[in-house]
């Protein structure tokens, strides 16, 4: 059975860090795309990045890039998030999803995942 669940979200002031987690389990990471996204109240859901590790390979909405990474840790099935540099606009509920069929090169707003976790929230507030 395919879980996935997030942790690490908080309160931060802006210029801040955070590092998001997904526990993964039930598949291997071999096999299966990782988006990341996001959402805020009143607009849209984001996608923030996709990776995909037998890809060695991550992208990253415009958004984002140059401040967030996403790292994997196949030893223990779970990819993080690292978010510097926070801003307030980055304030949203995170979501981690993961999927068999998607491939990164669909986009990072491609979001027809299978999988997804149940959200942590991260608040960037002075």
């Known amino acids: 059975q395919v879980q996935l669940v997030e942790s690490g979200g908080g309160l931060v002031q802006p210029g801040g860090s955070l590092r998001l987690s997904c526990k993964t389990s039930g598949f291997s990471l071999d096999d299966y795309a990782i988006g990341w996204f996001r959402q805020a109240p009143g607009k849209e859901r984001e996608g923030v990045s996709c990776s995909r590790y037998s890809d060695g390979r991550t992208i990253y909405g415009d958004s984002v890039r140059g401040r967030f990474t996403v790292s994997t840790d196949t030893t223990t099935g779970t990819v993080h998030l690292q978010m510097n540099s926070l801003k307030f606009e980055d304030a949203a509920v995170y979501y981690c999803?993961?999927?068999?069929?998607?491939?990164?090169?669909?986009?990072?707003?491609?979001?027809?995942?299978?999988?997804w976790g149940q959200g942590t929230q991260v608040t960037v507030s002075s």
């Open positions: 999803a993961a999927d068999r069929a998607t491939w990164c090169a669909y986009g990072v707003n491609y979001s027809a995942y299978d999988h």
